[in-house]
């Protein structure tokens, strides 16, 4: 018999938010966990792995982008303080069927 542990939701993710506020960073719904992934210098997507918090996710991502070498050519999560720093810019909202 095997059983699969159960993971509580986010609770700094607002129940309609369908974007993090991290680059890399995306909710899995099936998972109902932080998606974190990069395109790496071959223009192909890898994934990192799934995360509790989308900053243990946002982390990750920078971490990976450092390994591979591509700082200065994908965009990285700033760090100010040891603290992330959201993205700028105009956030999309949740997506609607038609």
């Not at 509580?8 to 992934?37: I, L, Q």
Request: glycine content about 8%; hydrophobic content about 35%.
């Amino acid at each position: 018999m095997c059983c699969s542990a159960v993971v509580a939701p986010d609770p700094a993710r607002a129940p309609t938010e369908a974007t993090s506020k991290f680059w890399g960073v995306t909710w899995h719904k099936g998972k109902r966990r932080w998606r974190a992934r990069y395109t790496d210098a071959n223009d192909k997507m890898r994934h990192i792995g799934y995360f509790d918090t989308q900053e243990d996710a946002a982390h990750a991502v920078n971490a990976a982008i450092r390994r591979a070498g591509l700082e200065k050519k994908r965009h990285m999560n700033p760090v100010v303080d040891g603290q992330l720093v959201p993205k700028s810019g105009p956030r999309r909202g949740p997506i609607r069927k038609r």
